[in-house]
């Protein structure tokens, strides 16, 4: 009996979680390609939002991107980047040729419908 019930609880550490189970703190489910969006204040699936960046200068055998979220009122956006947990807020900053949003060394620009991101004065990621 003791090695049946052995088995058993062996059985039940080493099987998957169940479907559903791999929600996050905001209640946002991983496994449906659902994130957080701290502007939304809900889940979101990022390949589902408007503005799509892509990788300028990648050596990867692929491509990533990277999608912005603006806030209702246009003063803030919200970058996600690929392999990264969680957002980073940008705060739009004063600016005459174009709009342009700012966090520690990353710099968001846009002139027309065009979206470029710099990091450190890089480019990095364009729409």
């Not at 052995?6 to 039940?12: M, N, P």
């Not at 957002?87 to 700012?102: G, Q």
């Not at 968001?108 to 990621?125: C, D, E, P, Q």
Request: aromatic share 8%.
């Amino acid at each position: 009996m003791a090695s049946v019930l052995f088995t058993s609880g062996a059985w039940a550490q080493l099987s998957p979680k169940g479907a559903g189970s791999d929600k996050d703190k905001h209640g946002c489910k991983g496994s449906a390609g659902y994130t957080f969006s701290v502007l939304k204040k809900d889940c979101v699936r990022l390949f589902e939002e408007k503005i799509q960046l892509k990788e300028v200068d990648s050596r990867k055998s692929y491509i990533s991107n990277a999608t912005i979220i603006l806030s209702e009122d246009g003063k803030e956006a919200e970058l996600f980047l690929p392999e990264s947990e969680g957002s980073l807020v940008l705060e739009r900053k004063a600016s005459k040729k174009a709009v342009v949003y700012k966090k520690g060394q990353y710099t968001l620009t846009k002139i027309k419908n065009s979206y470029t991101l710099k990091l450190a004065r890089k480019t990095v990621f364009k729409s």
